[in-house]
Nanobody, 126 residues
């Protein structure tokens, strides 16, 4: 069974950091682009960052530039989202998603990603 499992969410104070993990099981991430998305209560899902199979990065969201970074460790079959300088408006459920594609390309639409994790809650509050 192909599966993505997110972890690392939690409650953090403004200005703090969290690192989310997206672990794949049942398949290898080497040939997949992986995107991180988030959805806050009452809002539409939005793309955050994507990393291609070759390691190229695509930023979907201007508000996280300079604060969030995405990386992958294919030896651990895991993609990470490092979130620094967190703000209350970063509060959301964060999802990772995968699409099989080689090279430096990341999809521009969330609908292009076929496999999704269950999400992990991130709450930024004092």
């Amino acid at each position: 069974q192909l599966q993505l499992v997110e972890s690392g969410g939690g409650l953090v104070q403004p200005g703090g950091s969290l690192r989310l993990s997206c672990a794949a099981s049942g398949f290898t991430l080497d040939y997949y682009a992986i995107g991180w998305f988030r959805q806050a209560p009452g809002k539409e899902r939005e793309g955050v960052l994507c990393i291609s199979s070759s390691g190229g990065r695509t930023n979907y969201l201007d508000s996280v530039k300079g604060r969030f970074t995405i990386s992958r460790d294919n030896t651990k079959n895991t993609v990470y989202l490092q979130m620094n300088s967190l703000k209350p408006e970063d509060t959301a459920v964060y999802y990772c998603a995968a699409v099989p594609v080689l090279g430096s390309w990341c999809p521009t639409l969330s609908g292009d990603f076929g496999l999704w994790g269950q999400g992990t809650q991130v709450t930024v509050s004092s």
